[in-house]
């Protein structure tokens, strides 16, 4: 029964998005302010992936 649940209730209204140019430390902003583990990439209405909160953290460590 749980796994028949409907996911849009659940959704961000509006999804959080941003281009694939966009400096990784804004795509930390924009989780932060929007208390979000997750946001699209879309470049010309295109999805190109999510970035998330893990991702950008491997990425920070990266040049540690």
């Known amino acids: 029964q749980f796994l028949d649940t409907a996911v849009d209730p659940y ?23 929007n208390d979000t583990s997750y946001l699209f990439v879309v470049d010309e209405g295109q999805y190109q992936g999510d970035v998330t909160m893990q991702s950008l953290a491997k990425l920070f460590c990266s040049f540690g």
């Open 11 to 33: 959704v961000q209204d509006p999804a959080l998005s941003l281009g694939s140019e966009a400096p990784a430390i804004k795509a930390l902003a924009m989780l932060e302010q």
